[in-house]
């Protein structure tokens, strides 16, 4: 008991923090990539999907039902892992899109200028 009492208030909320802001700096990078290079939004994210795809479809081949129960739900479990990964990739760059958009459209806005 004296070891949940650890777990309360701001320390869960310092962990969740921990595992998501490098998912969030990925995608500020990723939306600043896209502005820099002049690719069309989401680029970068449609060559992650593909790879992220790559996996999926070699889980999928992976799933068994045959053997210990252990073998079919771990089979089963990584490929529902990577397939979530897909809708967590794409919440995580339409997030960084947004929280970049006021500083991609002043970038945009200065390099229309200095082609002028």
């Not at 923090?17 to 680029?43: C, D, E, G, M, Q």
């Not at 990739?89 to 929280?99: F, P, R, V």
Request: glycine fraction near 6%.
């Amino acid at each position: 008991m004296r070891g949940m009492s650890l777990y309360t208030g701001s320390l869960k909320y310092c962990q969740i923090f921990k595992i998501v802001a490098p998912y969030v700096i990925l995608s500020a990078v990723f939306a600043t990539l896209n502005a820099r290079l002049h690719l069309p939004p989401f680029s970068l994210f449609l060559i992650a999907l593909m790879l992220t795809d790559g996996m999926t479809m070699t889980f999928f081949r992976n799933i068994t039902d045959t053997g210990s129960w252990l073998e079919i739900g771990q089979s089963i479990s990584f490929f529902c892992i990577t397939s979530l990964l897909l809708v967590w990739s794409a919440g995580i760059c339409t997030a960084g899109e947004y929280l970049m958009v006021d500083t991609l459209v002043f970038h945009k806005s200065t390099d229309s200028r200095k082609l002028e």
